[in-house]
């Protein structure tokens, strides 16, 4: 990539032509920054719950986006200075700072659809050891309580899966299960065929992996997106 942008520099551009082209390209770079460091602080916060259970080495494509754009943001400082001063030696290392972001940004997404079709092998064994040592109070076990709540489900294929995790001897089926906390007593989510009437019905399992890929796909594709066109823009 910084090959391209050399060639660039140095085909035939008038003095005017070459700043002009330098402050359409940190332009450019700014406003994919802004987009990758939206779209990382997104990923974070939508997903951070469903990463730390399906995966125990869980992909870090939201925190290559968020250091990426914060990166490409802070940095097009750099590019605006190295562009009003006409320096070739700082515009060469800007050059290089787009091969990074671009390595970056690849990284990303690679991570994002790498992570993405790990998820149906991992989550099952995951989520049921989560389960196995759950106790109400851990960050895993809120972890499950969050995705239960959110997505409505109850267990990994449906709620009677609970009923082999030791906190179900004590305790019964959790109360993040519960379709109303106002109509759910701890009496109720010890016996199974009651609890059939006051929990969720649908397993975690579906609902988790679909919305994940669905959402991974979306971070790599992004990441992809970005680091394509801004190839493309250089090329232009």
Known sequence: MTNLVNVKM?????????GAHWQSLRSNLEITGVILLAVGVWGKLTLGTYISLIAENSTNAPYVLIGTGTTIVVFGLFGC?????????????????????????LVAGISGFVFRHEIKDTFLRTYMDAMQNYNGNDER???????QRSLSCCGVQNYTNWSTSPYFTEH?????????????????LH?????????????????????????????AGVAFGIAFS???YIIV
Not at 141 to 147: G, K, R, W
Not at 179 to 188: E, F, H, L, R, V
Not at 193 to 216: H, I, P, R, W
């Open 141 to 147: 076990s809120q972890a499950v309580d969050h995705v």
């Open 10 to 18: 140095l085909d035939g551009f008038s003095p005017m032509q070459y």
């Open 230 to 232: 801004q190839v493309a």
């Open 81 to 105: 200075f190295a562009t009003c001063r006409g320096s070739p030696w700082m515009l060469k290392l800007y050059a290089m700072f787009l091969s990074l972001v671009f390595l970056a940004e």
């Open 172 to 188: 019964g089926i959790p109360p993040s299960c519960c379709m109303n906390d106002t109509d759910c007593n701890p009496q109720d």
């Open 191 to 219: 016996n199974l065929t009651v609890a059939s009437t006051k929990v969720y019905q649908k397993g975690c399992y579906d609902l988790v992996t679909s919305f994940m890929e669905t959402n991974m796909g979306i971070i």
